[in-house]
């Protein structure tokens, strides 16, 4: 479509959403002035209140930077705490064994289920039944 400008990927996978930006001031009923950053100067400020989505912020689930160890390319390496649970997936010819993990920065609800092998091959100091020490 001529005049429009994607954000991200193309297509079907491309996002709904981008960035949080400030309100600026309220122009008419339903048309709102947003504080856009130089990146997004062909973009134009002014947006339609359908265009735009309610963010608040839950202070719980902010993690700080300079916890984290991020690099200069904006990544930061997962560390595996602790292991909660073990279990073995049979397949017609076989088998399958998981471990779940809680990973460093995340919750227990953010534990997650991987494959055995995988994490023997990525973290040497890696053993399903003792607890990892990080």
């Avoid at 996002?15 to 973009?43: F, H, K, S, T």
């Avoid at 471990?99 to 092998?117: C, F, I, Q, S």
Wanted: proline residues 4%; positive net charge; hydrophobic residues 40%.
């Amino acid at each position: 479509m001529k005049g429009v400008m994607r954000f991200g990927k193309k297509g079907k996978l491309s996002p709904l959403y981008v960035g949080l930006y400030q309100i600026l001031q309220r122009i008419g009923n339903v048309a709102y002035e947003l504080d856009l950053p130089n990146e997004l100067a062909p973009v134009h400020s002014v947006c339609h209140v359908f265009m735009l989505k309610k963010c608040i912020g839950d202070s719980a689930s902010v993690i700080t930077l300079e916890g984290l160890g991020v690099d200069e390319s904006l990544t930061y390496e997962e560390v595996p705490v602790r292991i909660f649970d073990r279990q073995v997936k049979r397949l017609r010819s076989k088998e399958i064994a998981s471990v779940k993990v809680l990973w460093r920065n995340y919750l227990v609800e953010g534990a997650t289920w991987e494959a055995e092998a995988d994490m023997k091959s990525r973290y040497s100091h890696f053993s399903a039944s003792s607890p990892i020490q990080a």
